[in-house]
């Protein structure tokens, strides 16, 4: 198959064999778990029990809020302690509302229908409302709810399933590890996702540094001629849509548009593993396979960890760490967040915690911009950088955007082979949390003007409305007080 490679990238150091040569791990049921209502994009899930209730595995905690939402449901028995805020896997430290469950160590499921027919066979409608109720929202970083993705999708004229198995972020092999040890399981999602979104054919993209996972999933598909495997380069950050889309289709998604501009529906492996749970065994999604890496834990392992497990718990289970890291992060290197404290629970998004030695951080501090362009060169979206930073830096958020700000994806490659190593990511991370709150804030200025204008109408209708009937009234008592007239012969 050809090739159109995107623009840009670059090669970072993978440290992959810490984990790619070891089997997942079932980790432990952990003594609480900490839930939080918002473990995807939107608006947190408004919880249906209360303090001292005693819940199943499986069972829903909290349905899905208004607009764009997804449910949540307990990893396990037990009661709910209580509902509060814990610290959110956030670089900020800030908190965030979430259900803390107290497990009675029996796992005990709750009790559900098993389906009565085969989910091919169910009209796509009823699948979508499904994997919507199962919680189920991209596993790759993004943790857009899927099924609003998938009913988005089959408004349009959908050619493509392109399943993302690229994991391009040094260190994280759950993506790896899945794909070898459960392959036909996320076919049957792939298979499931197809179905839905009503669209033709299905690309398993893989980069070809797994060789074993390419293997398998090769396998597992040989059954069906309308999947293919698809091996791309190793190049980061290949595991992007956009860029992952270019390199196996040859189209680029517009700027401002979506995949499915070009035809394509995209979902991570992990999604789709889980869609197939969910369609096939009626399973929410209540656990994720997740890498805990680093130079800093002892015995580095891939584990499938219950939603709301706190990392440190993960950390511990895989022997702990040999010294204090100078580093947390939930996700990769590249884009992942910055933590700083163990007690961050396990989300639905994150595929892998890492505690890092000094000596795998850069540290050097930055120097002036010398111009040299290599943060254009490696740019995958085409931007320019060095001219987004200064403008984010002046507060200038319109120049900011009117270089590219909106399509920057903040894969960190800019960064990444700076000379000068300015945080450039930090720029326009900064620059697009700014440009959000105006935003929001423009958006409560308007709500509050249509409010006062709503009130200006209605007061001024109300007015309009009495001075009628008051000049009415005035009418009526004007003609009982006017004589009649006496007309004469």
Not at 449 to 455: D, T
């Amino acid at each position: 198959m050809l090739f159109s490679p995107f623009r840009g990238g670059v090669h970072p150091d993978g440290f992959k064999e810490l984990t790619s040569q070891k089997p997942i791990l079932q980790a432990p049921i952990p003594e609480q778990l900490f839930i939080p209502l918002r473990q995807h994009a939107g608006s947190d899930a408004l919880p249906i029990v209360s303090a001292g209730e005693k819940v199943l595995k499986g069972q829903l905690l909290a349905r899905g809020g208004s607009g764009l939402s997804a449910p949540v449901h307990a990893p396990t028995s037990g009661y709910i302690r209580e509902i509060k805020p814990v610290t959110a896997a956030h670089p900020s430290g800030m908190e965030c509302n979430a259900i803390i469950l107290v497990a009675d160590g029996d796992d005990s499921p709750i009790e559900r229908d098993p389906f009565m027919e085969d989910p091919f066979d169910m009209p796509p409608e009823v699948l979508s409302k499904k994997i919507a109720d199962a919680g189920i929202v991209g596993m790759g970083g993004a943790s857009f709810p899927a099924a609003v993705k998938i009913v988005a999708a089959s408004k349009h004229r959908i050619e493509t399933i392109l399943i993302n198995g690229g994991e391009c972020e040094p260190y994280l092999t759950a993506d790896d590890l899945l794909m070898r040890e459960r392959a036909e399981k996320i076919v049957l999602g792939a298979r499931l996702i197809r179905y839905t979104a009503s669209a033709r054919k299905i690309c398993i993209a893989i980069e070809d540094n797994k060789k074993e996972a390419i293997s398998a999933m090769q396998e597992a598909c040989k059954s069906f001629d309308y999947i293919s495997v698809v091996v791309v380069p190793s190049r980061y950050p290949m595991g992007s849509a956009k860029q992952m889309i270019q390199a196996v289709t040859g189209q680029e998604v517009p700027a401002g548009g979506r995949s499915s501009d070009v035809g394509v529906l995209m979902h991570n492996v992990a999604t789709a593993y889980a869609i197939a749970e969910c369609l096939a065994e009626n399973r929410p999604l209540i656990s994720r396979i997740v890498t805990i890496s680093g130079g800093a834990v002892a015995c580095p392992q891939n584990v499938e960890a219950l939603i709301g497990t706190p990392v440190g718990e993960l950390i511990q289970y895989c022997g702990g760490t040999t010294e204090e890291p100078s580093r947390l992060l939930l996700g990769g290197p590249m884009m992942g967040q910055i933590i700083s404290t163990d007690h961050v629970p396990l989300i639905k998004g994150v595929a892998g915690v890492l505690a890092l030695k000094s000596k795998e951080i850069p540290s050097p501090s930055a120097s002036p911009c010398i111009r040299c362009g290599r943060c254009v060169s490696a740019c995958p979206m085409g931007l320019v950088p060095l001219e987004m930073a200064n403008h984010s830096r002046q507060q200038d958020f319109e120049g900011a955007i009117d270089y590219g700000l909106s399509d920057c994806i903040l894969c960190g490659s800019c960064a990444y082979v700076c000379p000068s190593h300015i945080p450039l990511v930090h720029y326009f991370q900064y620059a697009k949390d700014k440009i959000s709150e105006q935003k929001s804030s423009q958006r409560h200025m308007d709500y509050v003007r249509g409010l006062s204008e709503s009130k200006r109408i209605r007061l001024e209708k109300e007015a309009s409305e009495k001075a009628a009937a008051k000049a009415a009234k005035a009418s009526k008592r004007r003609e009982k007080k006017t004589p009649l007239k006496v007309v004469e012969d």
